[in-house]
């Protein structure tokens, strides 16, 4: 969380224009490391001369700039604390006068509650025990005292009961007045230090003197005796709290003056997921159509709110019968188009297709469903819930043995909901586990600005080691997270762009095609790869996998970068600044977080050595999960920041597969399929298939292909004369990846058409995505059916 949100967060709302500008300082800063980037890309002519650090003169002129904003903000600081405090001072002292005078009224001794000890019973500080005493008074002299002289009392006892409400109000609201002053102290301390840090990462060298020790610290609201004064003015408003309240109780007495404190908010560093959840609802905000979105926003409640159906009159239709009033909205296209999917889906349950019920319940099961994914009418997880509803109500499974009896519904339940949790399932929320934690305690990001840094200024190089910075990123935290992570590092790149500069346009599109070929690179680096490992038996080891991928993604990285150098041009116009290294070092949760990372890819990689000992991967990948939050290194607020929506999905997809294969129904289509391919070879077969593939999910999410056709190409595979199985489905994952023509082909491509510059302007338009996406997918496609097919039969798949 930004540091600009903690200050709005905890700020006193009263006091929110007299805290630290520290949003002010960063613009400044980045308007500072724009200046020092146009004056060096001005003062060179030779482009790898050009660096971050500007010259002498250049940073003493700065440094002057930035310390006089840096004085004003102290200036003002201590003004407003200077007024607080004189202002809180004089109100404690006349709440130590007045809290004297009730207890001389109140009869009880001073001494005693100016302490803050304990009471003797006859020293109490309660008001009421003055009445008690006065009605045992009337008691024992009833003849003597009248009851003139006992109401008079009685009114006495009511006025010292008011005044004690109103001064534990007085010391309620003057201990909290102090408290925030306080917290005004440590927010602006911790303000001033960010903006320093903020000021030396974006110019690159740090502020001669030491600011905050040299001037700050030294400033009177942030002296030491300054802040042991107020703290002993706070002892003291709590002990005469104590004195009127809780009989002398200091520690009571603190209890109850905490509740009434406004509660401060602390941010922890966000992780990924975290991060995408806040894209997510700014591409809804925005209305993109997001195909390929796994957490979508919902057509249906689009229709009825924005376009304000439900506030619209109905339409009105005049008959001899009588008039017909129908809502609007039932003539909505969104509407229509799941009416059709309900027709479709009665049509296929009743048309004689099938001999077996089963089929036939699936088939509608199985068209209807990727209809809903593949329109998104409403939003793709839920379509993957209904899945199983619809499985068990129109029992479309059979049993496992040789007899294949129809299951009923109770059976169906049972044998469906216990396919869906899958160490598949168990892997994915593993790679969840390790994303999380790489990206919460910041050493994704040092990894990748470590690389960076020695990228050079030539734009080219910056272009293509950005892009093997996003693959790299995508193997281990996955493609849906890595461009968010890219895109935040490469923001000082972004920042000193001229706009006819085609740099940044080449370096967003750079990182959304490149996330998308690291899909491919590991495992667990997209939802697809997870499916595939669902339909491959026996499933690869993780060094197979690298063995075919990570070539694959190297050569289409390459040619990729390559026709962007040629059809982009990103050199011209372009104004480098070497991305600053992290000064900052690896500490032991860094340390702890990275070994236990890099031991459980160690057991993945060996998973079938340890198969006697762990029995999956999936069962490997509760190590980081337990690690990570059983230390408490990860939170159950990062726990329900995952993506459960891609959980969801692909437990609906695994369900969905397991219905098509249980029904017969998987059988009949790779019997029709086999017919059509009879006489092509396993390359012929790939290479037709391959190119249906990457279609189809070009124009829907690369996952929601993945579960609907890796299942059939399985089969297919299986039913050959030279049956490969496992070659057709990796190949055909991996092309689920590399289809990437469209800005809503994945999530990669919605965040880097989403991305926009300090104006709100896009940089990247669908003209140009489509036009550098559509070459780029082919070239990945070639790049598999060569090179990947090649080392697919080499591996043995």
């Not at 009392?153 to 007045?177: C, M, N, P, W």
């Not at 469903?369 to 479309?396: D, G, K, Q």
């Not at 593993?430 to 305690?441: C, D, E, V």
């Not at 057991?603 to 059983?630: H, K, N, T, Y």
């Amino acid at each position: 969380m930004k540091f600009s949100r903690t200050v709005q967060f905890n700020a006193v709302p009263e006091w929110s224009s007299y805290y630290i500008g520290y949003s002010n300082l960063k613009k400044l800063i980045h308007s500072l490391e724009a200046d020092a980037a146009t004056r060096l890309a001005l003062g060179h002519h030779d482009a790898e001369r050009i660096s971050l650090i500007p010259h002498e003169e250049s940073t003493a002129e700065y440094d002057a700039i930035f310390r006089r904003a840096l004085d004003d903000e102290l200036d003002k600081i201590c003004r407003f604390y200077s007024e607080k405090e004189r202002d809180s001072l004089a109100k404690l002292e006349r709440l130590q006068k007045d809290i004297h005078d009730f207890h001389v009224r109140a009869g009880v001794d001073e001494a005693s509650t100016s302490s803050g000890s304990s009471y003797t019973a006859r020293r109490h500080s309660d008001v009421e025990s003055v009445a008690i005493e006065r009605r045992e008074m009337v008691d024992k002299n009833g003849d003597t005292m009248s009851m003139d002289d006992y109401h008079e009392g009685d009114e006495q006892f009511s006025e010292l009961s008011d005044l004690k409400i109103t001064l534990k109000k007085r010391a309620i609201a003057l201990y909290v007045s102090l408290s925030e002053l306080r917290s005004y102290v440590q927010l602006n301390r911790t303000g001033f230090g960010k903006a320093l840090k903020k000021y030396a990462k974006c110019i690159g060298r740090e502020m001669s003197g030491n600011y905050v020790l040299d001037v700050v610290e030294q400033s009177y609201p942030f002296l030491h005796s300054t802040r042991e004064a107020l703290e002993e003015k706070i002892a003291e408003v709590a002990s005469l709290y104590a004195s009127i309240s809780t009989q002398g109780d200091i520690g009571q007495a603190k209890l109850e003056l905490r509740v009434h404190l406004r509660e401060y908010v602390v941010w922890e560093r966000n992780t990924v997921w975290r991060e995408m959840m806040g894209i997510e609802k700014n591409i809804q905000g925005v209305g993109l159509t997001n195909q390929g979105l796994l957490v979508s926003s919902n057509p249906i409640t689009d229709a009825l709110e924005h376009k304000g159906i439900l506030s619209q009159p109905p339409i009105v239709i005049y008959t001899r019968f009588g008039v017909i009033r129908l809502p609007r909205l039932l003539f909505n296209s969104t509407f229509a188009i799941l009416a059709i999917v309900v027709a479709v889906f009665i049509a296929l349950l009743t048309a004689p297709i099938f001999d077996q019920p089963e089929q036939q319940s699936c088939l509608a099961i199985l068209i209807a469903a990727s209809l809903l994914w593949a329109t998104e009418v409403i939003p793709l997880f839920v379509t993957s819930i209904l899945v199983p509803l619809l499985i068990i109500v129109f029992r479309a499974v059979r049993s496992d043995d040789v007899y294949h009896e129809r299951l009923s519904a109770p059976d169906a339940t049972k044998y469906i909901f216990a396919a869906m949790w899958t160490p598949v399932i168990m892997l994915l929320l593993g790679g969840f586990a390790i994303a999380a934690a790489l990206s919460k305690y910041n050493i994704a990001k040092i990894i990748a600005t470590w690389v960076l840094s020695n990228a050079g200024t030539q734009p080219r190089n910056v272009l293509l080691t950005t892009m093997f910075v996003a693959m790299f990123l995508s193997m281990w935290i996955s493609n849906v997270a890595a461009p968010v992570l890219c895109l935040s590092i490469i923001q000082p790149l972004l920042r000193t762009q001229d706009t006819s500069s085609n740099f940044p346009k080449a370096l967003i599109l750079g990182i959304a095609l490149a996330s998308n070929v690291g899909g491919m690179a590991s495992p667990i680096a997209s939802p697809q790869n997870i499916i595939a490992l669902q339909n491959m038996y026996p499933n690869p080891s993780w060094l197979a996998w690298f063995f075919i991928a990570v070539p694959v993604c190297i050569t289409s990285i390459l040619l990729i970068w390559l026709m962007m150098v040629v059809t982009l041009n990103p050199a011209k116009g372009a104004i480098i600044t070497k991305i600053q290294r992290s000064n900052e070092k690896l500490n032991r949760t860094q340390i702890f977080v990275s070994a236990v990372t890099l031991l459980t890819i160690a057991l993945w990689c060996v998973s079938r050595q340890v198969e006697s000992i762990f029995g999956d991967m999936g069962v490997l990948a509760i190590i980081p999960l337990v690690v990570f939050f059983g230390t408490g290194l990860l939170t159950k607020e990062d726990f329900n920041n995952f993506m459960w929506t891609i959980i969801i999905l692909a437990m609906g997809g695994i369900a969905l597969g397991k219905a098509v294969s249980s029904s017969g129904l998987l059988d009949t289509i790779a019997i029709g399929i086999r017919s059509v391919v009879s006489g092509m070879g396993i390359y012929g077969v790939m290479v037709v298939f391959g190119s249906l593939i990457l279609i189809i999910a070009t124009f829907i999410s690369h996952t929601v292909a993945a579960l609907i056709l890796l299942p059939i190409v399985a089969q297919v595979g299986q039913a050959m004369d030279d049956p490969r199985p496992n070659l057709l489905v990796m190949g055909a994952a991996l092309l689920c990846s590399c289809a990437m023509g469209l800005p809503t082909s994945g999530f990669p491509n919605v965040t880097a058409i989403c991305t926009t510059d300090d104006q709100g302007r896009p940089y990247l338009s669908v003209a140009l995505f489509i036009t550098r996406g559509v070459p780029a997918s082919v070239l990945a496609y070639i790049v598999i059916i060569t090179l990947g097919f090649g080392l697919m039969k080499i591996v043995g798949l």
